[in-house]
């Protein structure tokens, strides 16, 4: 077993890119990396709080309350989404169990919810790395659900989650949990409360869990880019709602619903590794996780420091606030440079970091005598020889060929300096 998830890991090559980093000064002829979804873009404010503000006490040095979590942080970080995300029902501290990020919050799920061979739906594209989350270590099989034409995010979405069922359990596969991936990496966008209640009730009608990743539902920011009326007739911006905003009441059995969120994205803080699994109304399944709680706990630093963080609100809302107008003017300088050179982006994107881009038909469309159905990796190893690191549409599940996904929330001279590497590329 080891031996073959070993076979795979030079597959990914983004630990190859972090040991060997573009600096403007320091490193220019190292790889610039616009694949890893940080965002850099408040680093010196949440710096400058932990710094002055963060104190560890002696506790912290101590297993303190226990693995899924000490009691403080946990009730610092109920407290908080219950007053973020406005759930019907109040999120309390015995809702929660923290993880050391969100990664190994969906690998509990993936654990507790599921056996061997059982499937578990992915909404096309993907990110990545759910593929192992989910299916490395417990056998359990990554389910594609394909959108063709159809808006990913639409209220149209939900028949083809439906068929996808149908057919896998013609197949003789019992699907045990949908992932929705609320906001949506990499489309940079997220559902209506209309169509999380027919994805809720479409989880009911079938007995399988709803797990909602919300990791990015504090970084929605303004488009100023794309006008919306163009792309979605007759519709209009909605605002983020969470899954756990909505009453389960005659929809969904609450017991099949399952939130998870961490500080790494909304607070540009991927290295504090902490994220939370909340089920309100499934006390087995947390129980559960608890059972292997050992092997997942975050540091009670981390802990301490995310709880000093989101005690003061404060400080969070203006955080907040100032990260959502620096995401909007940061995606508006990247697509406003790609518009420049005729790069195709996915629209309407007004959540996260990320931008949806087509470069292989970009790259056709100066090079059209060099047609070829391998496209996608085509531009990558063009990518790769100018040092520019990207994640492709190949290892993302994209349905065309020649996406890729570029992260725009890093210092803008990267970026500019990226996007320069990407077009030397494609020319």
Not at 19 to 40: I, R, T
Not at 189 to 215: M, N, P, W
Not at 231 to 256: A, M, Q, R
Not at 354 to 381: C, M
């Amino acid at each position: 077993r080891g031996a073959a998830a070993g076979s795979h890991a030079g597959e990914n090559r983004v630990w190859d890119v972090a040991s060997n980093l573009w600096h403007p000064e320091n490193n220019l002829d190292g790889y610039l990396s616009l694949g890893v979804v940080e965002n850099a873009l408040m680093y010196e404010e949440l710096s400058q709080f932990v710094q002055h503000r963060v104190k560890v006490p002696h506790k912290a040095l101590t297993y303190d309350d226990g693995p899924i979590g000490s009691k403080h942080p946990r009730e610092s970080i109920s407290r908080f989404l219950t007053r973020k995300f406005q759930p019907a029902f109040s999120i309390e501290p015995e809702h929660i169990v923290v993880t050391n990020g969100l990664s190994t919050a969906i690998e509990h799920c993936s654990w507790a919810l599921a056996d061997p061979g059982d499937g578990v739906l992915l909404g096309q594209p993907y990110y990545r790395a759910f593929l192992a989350d989910i299916g490395l270590r417990f056998g359990v099989k990554v389910v594609p659900v394909p959108f063709g034409k159809i808006d990913p995010c639409g209220i149209e979405c939900v028949n083809q989650y439906e068929e996808t069922i149908k057919n896998s359990k013609s197949e003789g596969m019992k699907i045990r949990a949908l992932v929705l991936y609320h906001p949506y990496n990499p489309l940079g966008r997220y559902y209506s409360r209309d169509t999380i209640i027919a994805l809720t009730r479409l989880c009911q009608k079938h007995g399988i869990h709803l797990i909602s990743d919300e990791v990015y539902a504090l970084s929605i920011w303004k488009n100023t880019i794309d006008t919306l009326a163009e792309y979605l007739s007759g519709s209009s911006v909605v605002k983020f709602e969470s899954v756990s905003s909505i009453n389960p009441t005659g929809i969904v059995d609450p017991s099949l619903v399952h939130v998870l969120w961490g500080i790494g994205k909304d607070f540009g803080a991927n290295g504090l590794r902490l994220g939370v699994v909340i089920s309100q109304s499934n006390r087995v399944f947390l129980t559960a996780c608890g059972t292997c709680a050992l092997y997942s706990s975050a540091s009670s630093l981390s802990e301490y420091a995310t709880a000093e963080i989101l005690n003061d609100e404060m400080f969070v809302d203006q955080y907040i606030e100032e990260n959502r107008k620096r995401l909007s003017e940061a995606h508006g300088f990247a697509v406003q440079l790609l518009q420049n050179h005729c790069i195709e982006h996915a629209p309407v994107a007004n959540a996260a970091f990320f931008l949806w881009i087509n470069l292989g038909k970009a790259y056709l469309s100066r090079h059209p005598e060099e047609a070829t159905f391998a496209i996608t990796d085509f531009v990558y190893q063009k990518l790769m020889s100018k040092r520019i690191y990207l994640v492709s549409g190949d290892v993302t599940g994209a349905e065309e060929p020649g996406w890729f996904r570029p992260v725009f929330s890093q210092p803008r001279e990267q970026v500019e300096e990226g996007i320069r590497r990407i077009i030397e590329a494609i020319r």
